[in-house]
């Protein structure tokens, strides 16, 4: 029986694609233990989640900057992340920059869910710069981040089409579907070596 693959979260808000991973983990789906859920945010729903499923949280503040970790924080984050033996991180929502010495620490081994096609509509609210640019699919890629601002390599895309009902909050609810259903499978693809 292979051993569990150890990952941590970071997130800043409701922590829907969070409970979609621990969910995964519990049924085995994703042969995997979530070892630790840092927040940015003190009151960021995914902590009490966390709380609620029984898995270690903390925030951590992020110090002075509004887009980024500055340097205590960037080492406070590595150190939690590092004690917890977290072998890979995985971004829900985590509404920061990563760079430098946190991208190093965990070289290749740091991925994010980003709600569009990428490399279409990278950055903020990418649902409703697609839902507004006209497209007519749409979706969420799992990738893994690099420098550069959702550029890293892609592992995984779920396509969801734009109906001409939808508004960008009912075209966003169904990506949010998609992406509970894509990140569990990508990393138990990732972490079953099928990628
Ligand atoms: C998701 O839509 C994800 O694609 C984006 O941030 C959102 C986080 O939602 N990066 P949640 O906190 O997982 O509910």
């Known amino acids: 029986m292979s051993l569990k693959t150890k990952i941590a979260v970071l997130g800043?808000?409701?922590g829907s694609n969070f409970t979609s991973l621990a969910e995964a983990c519990n049924k085995d789906s994703l042969r995997a233990k979530i070892t630790l859920v840092?927040?940015?945010?003190?009151?960021?729903?995914?902590l009490n989640r966390a709380k609620e499923l029984g898995i270690p949280n903390k925030f951590i503040n992020p110090g002075k900057f509004r887009t980024k970790l500055d340097d205590t924080a960037e080492a406070a984050y590595i150190k939690a992340l590092k004690d917890s033996g977290a072998q890979w991180v995985a971004l829900?929502?985590?509404?920061?920059?990563?760079?430098?010495?946190f991208l190093r620490a965990f070289e290749?081994?740091?991925?994010n869910i980003?709600?569009?096609?990428?490399?279409?509509?990278?950055?903020?609210?990418?649902?409703?710069?697609?839902y507004d640019y006209g497209v007519k699919v749409t979706g969420c890629t799992v990738h893994l981040v690099?420098?550069?601002i959702d550029t890293g390599r892609i592992l995984a895309q779920g396509v969801v089409p734009v109906l001409e009902s939808d508004t960008s909050t009912t075209l966003y609810q169904?990506?949010?579907e998609e992406e509970q259903r894509l990140y569990p499978s990508t990393l138990a693809r990732l972490f079953n070596n099928k990628i």
């Open 174 to 176: 169904r990506i949010q």
């Open 92 to 101: 829900a929502g985590f509404m920061r920059i990563l760079k430098g010495d």
């Open 38 to 46: 840092i927040s940015d945010v003190k009151e960021a729903k995914i």
């Open 114 to 130: 980003h709600p569009s096609l990428l490399p279409a509509f990278p950055g903020l609210e990418a649902w409703k710069q697609a």
């Open 146 to 148: 690099d420098y550069g």
């Open 12 to 14: 800043s808000g409701n």
């Open 108 to 111: 290749q081994k740091v991925i």
